[in-house]
């Protein structure tokens, strides 16, 4: 999952695409409007040990638009098949961020969101 978010951010869709498994992986992917990938954290991923041949990863990934913070947030099916792990498909939800003045910045800096992307 990790290296697909960073393929994502790269827009390096030949990853991408060779790391979608062939049942669900779509002919062509446009990242053109993909937008500014910011972060991204791994909440859960049963079934993803080496020996497993199925398993789910429950990510959210933070993005800034024009508009201000957004996040999309995915239960993701991934099957293992020699020792690579291809992504199936997933389940996407996307919403929009409102951070605090106080909070942490969403640009993972580590700085108050006042005092760094306000």
């Known amino acids: 999952m ?8 790269l827009r390096n869709t030949d990853y991408l ?10 002919e062509t992917l ?5 937008p500014d990938w910011a972060g991204l954290q ?19 990934a933070v ?9 999309l947030e995915e239960q993701s099916d991934f099957a293992q098949e020699q020792g690579r792990w291809f992504y199936l498909t997933g389940e996407p939800r996307e919403g929009v961020l409102r ?10 800096s580590g700085r108050k969101y006042k005092a760094c992307c306000l």
């Open 42 to 60: 791994v909440i859960s991923a049963p079934g993803t040990a080496p020996g497993d041949k199925h398993g789910q990863v429950h990510f959210r």
């Open 30 to 34: 446009d990242l053109a409007r993909s």
């Open 99 to 108: 951070p605090g003045r106080n909070e942490p910045c969403p640009c993972g």
């Open 2 to 9: 990790r290296s697909r978010y960073s393929a994502f951010v």
């Open 17 to 26: 695409i060779q790391t979608w498994h062939p049942t669900t992986r779509p």
């Open 63 to 71: 993005y800034r638009t024009a508009e201000g913070w957004g996040y």
